[in-house]
């Protein structure tokens, strides 16, 4: 089946670094999904992609539709402390209209 | 608050005893979905509900588990003669009719089985 490979695992970050990691795919995605989640809680949607080469922003984070339509990418820029978290992409598989399929997550930890 | 919330939080159960979770959806969303979490791993999909109406289980669901949304609005989950491997977190989502796959999570019901 299709599967969502997510790199790095985990970066370690200092306050104020940009951070970028991405999620690819054998076969193609017709939707790209990232979420955040914090120890204990449910993930949280941060951005949704619909279209091959799509640049979208929700403030210091951008995340982009790959044009081969099997790869995004998601930017932080000037990380600080409460970015701290695991970021998973996520996307529709080609043979369900409902459910998502998921990367095993980017964990990223703040350096002391 | 209106966002999607589960009950209980946190769950202890001993091997073999039934649990039954329960997920509040968003008021205007018509489509609920059961995830399991495991540590280190993206959630994995379990069922799907368009309404009252269950369209969809993943091979996951076995013949112990069951979930059900009787009036279209809240769901619940139940396991029967629970296993150490059934030991996770559940996740409960929503989502509106559009867009079709923005899904918003509840906070989970973490399963501990002793």
């Known amino acids: 089946g299709q599967q969502l490979n997510q790199s790095p695992q985990s970066m370690f970050i200092q306050e104020g670094e940009d951070v970028s990691m991405n999620c690819t795919s054998s076969s193609i995605f017709n939707t790209w999904l990232w979420y955040k989640q914090d120890p204990g809680e449910g993930p949280v949607l941060l951005i949704a992609?619909?279209?091959a080469g799509e640049l979208t922003s929700n403030g210091r984070l951008t995340a982009q539709f790959g044009i081969t339509r099997k790869d995004s990418f998601l930017n932080i820029s000037a990380s600080i402390p409460s970015d701290v978290g695991i970021y998973f992409c996520?996307?529709?598989?080609?043979?369900?209209?409902?459910?998502?399929?998921w990367g095993a997550g980017t964990k990223l930890i703040i350096k002391p | 608050d209106t966002g999607v919330s589960q009950n209980p939080r946190h769950k202890i159960t001993k091997r073999g005893q039934n649990v039954t979770f329960r997920c509040d959806p968003i008021s205007e969303h018509n489509r609920l979905y059961w995830y399991r979490q495991t540590l280190g791993q993206g959630p994995e999909f379990l069922t799907y509900?368009?309404?009252?109406?269950?369209?969809?289980k993943s091979r996951l669901l076995s013949d112990r588990f069951s979930a059900e949304r009787p009036k279209g609005s809240f769901s619940t989950l139940e396991i029967q003669r629970t296993e150490q491997g059934d030991s996770a977190m559940y996740l409960c989502?929503?989502?509106?009719?559009?867009?079709?796959?923005?899904?918003?999570f509840g906070p989970g019901t973490r399963l501990t089985v002793t």
């Open positions: 996520a996307g529709p598989p080609m043979d369900s209209n409902y459910q998502l399929i």
């Open positions: 509900f368009q309404n009252e109406a269950q369209l969809e």
């Open positions: 992609l619909y279209k």
């Open positions: 989502a929503s989502s509106p009719p559009i867009p079709l796959y923005e899904q918003y």
